[in-house]
């Protein structure tokens, strides 16, 4: 479980922010001096570290250095009451995760620690090659396929260049997993390594995010912000589904590529960079090039370095040896003890296509190890989008009426707030099924609905629409 330090003498702020932020999936420590959060670091090891600035036997900045110097790869998140220009300035260039005021809206913190704790274990867990065993104790790239085997010699080859590399494959196959063993397999190994996934952040957020801003760039420009190409200077910065990007933001890019420079939104100030960009689309660049959606100057800029990942209907031979990897991984995850894989469900799992390739079954062999009530995964654990059976239908008194009469009647009758109310009909009956399934295990509910626990927990505290209360 990944463990959240952090370091405030406001016995106030220490009390909500862990009441707040440690959940089944995160567990917090606390510390009200600079002295006692050093030596909680070495006693607890966290995954991330949240910092006020004033802390009474040192500057919270110092902290920073301090802890930067026992562990460069920590992701530190520096929060302060004190709205001052120059702090947030100096925290970020000296490699803050985030610099956040006091108060802290909760709900963006959360956000915030979640995304420092999955970066900590891009950087800190390696990935490496199933053939070199469990005992490496990283994230394993599991398959000995010739398709395979032709990516392992890719990321030998480029990791150790300093070139641009792009990963292309379609979605589910482990894009990430390769990205971060170029990175760890380079000479860059010990420097900065960030990632940005295109696609999932607003396109008027994403130059601001890659680039920073002045003060009054825009609205809600309420302070400067260093982006990601400087932070991530003398390392790595991952561009995942580049392809999403906007044309404005590719002619910056491609100016970093090219001369290793670039201003922030709103700036005069030309900044220099020293990154290495690793990127990867699950899309045709090509067509969008042609399509008028994707530079081609780009493009070729990123071409030149290309590893291809198969998809899992072409890696003839992984499928087995993943889905016994998967049912290894989840048994220690969910605690469970499931020790085969019927041959009926080795038989459904090979005629499936896999559309969603690896990810997809992962959430396959998952969601069999939670439906399993013995040590055996049988065809009937299996989802019925991978057997082909028809779901069952809902019955019962936490029936699900049929969702078009449902939106039909909620239509007829004037309701305000229409898609709140439907999907709030909708999860009332999902999230009570799985959880009646599981035992009121919200753990593994959470696991069978394919949501985090904090999502989960969310739900499960608004158990009706506003209106009806």
Not at 393 to 412: C, H, K, M, Q, T
Request: proline share 5%.
């Amino acid at each position: 479980m990944p463990t959240l330090l952090i370091i405030d003498d406001e016995p106030n702020v220490l009390y909500s922010l862990q009441a707040g932020l440690e959940t089944d999936e995160l567990r917090v420590e606390t510390a009200k001096t600079a002295r006692r959060g050093l030596a909680a670091l070495a006693a607890v090891a966290p995954d991330a570290v949240i910092v006020d600035v004033r802390l009474p036997d040192q500057s919270g900045l110092e902290l920073f250095d301090a802890i930067k110097r026992l562990d460069p790869h920590l992701p530190v998140i520096v929060v302060t009451a004190f709205a001052a220009t120059e702090t947030a300035i100096e925290a970020m260039k000296r490699g803050a995760f985030e610099y956040l005021l006091k108060p802290v809206d909760l709900h963006h913190l959360r956000e915030v620690v979640d995304k420092a704790v999955a970066l900590r274990r891009m950087r800190k867990v390696p990935a490496v090659v199933e053939s070199d065993g469990p005992a490496a104790g990283g994230d394993l790239i599991v398959g000995r396929s010739p398709a395979m085997q032709e990516v392992y010699k890719a990321i030998g080859r480029f990791a150790p260049q300093d070139v641009t590399v792009l990963i292309l494959g379609e979605s589910g196959t482990g894009k990430e997993l390769v990205a971060r063993a170029v990175y760890q397999h380079s000479k860059r190994a010990d420097k900065p390594f960030l990632a940005i996934n295109c696609a999932a952040i607003p396109e008027a957020l994403l130059e601001s995010e890659l680039f920073g801003h002045e003060k009054g760039a825009f609205t809600g420009a309420d302070r400067q912000r260093v982006g990601k190409f400087e932070q991530a200077d003398g390392g790595t910065l991952f561009l995942d589904e580049i392809g999403d990007m906007s044309p404005a933001t590719q002619a910056k890019v491609l100016r970093v590529l090219q001369d290793g420079r670039f201003e922030r939104i709103g700036g005069r100030e030309t900044i220099a960079t020293d990154v290495r960009l690793v990127a990867a689309t699950n899309q045709r660049l090509d067509e969008l090039v042609a399509a008028g959606r994707f530079r081609q100057d780009l493009l070729y800029r990123l071409n030149g370095v290309t590893i291809h990942l198969p998809p899992l209907r072409e890696r003839a031979g992984d499928l087995q040896l993943l889905v016994d990897h998967f049912v290894g991984q989840m048994n220690a995850k969910l605690g469970r003890h499931v020790g085969t894989v019927a041959p009926d469900a080795r038989t459904a799992l090979e005629r499936h296509p896999w559309p969603g390739n690896v990810r997809e079954l992962q959430n396959a062999i998952r969601y069999a190890v939670i439906q399993a009530v013995s040590d055996v995964i049988t065809a009937g654990c299996l989802p019925g989008t991978v057997t082909g059976r028809a779901a069952a239908p809902p019955a019962g008194a936490n029936a699900l009426p049929d969702l078009r009469e449902l939106v039909r009647a909620l239509i007829a009758a004037g309701t305000p707030e229409l898609y709140r109310r439907v999907i709030h009909e909708v999860d009332r009956v999902v999230l009570d099924e799985a959880l009646q399934h599981v035992k009121g295990n919200q753990v593994l509910a959470s696991e069978l609905l394919g949501i985090s626990r904090t999502t989960l927990r969310a739900k499960l505290a608004t158990d009706r629409p506003a209106d009806d209360r």
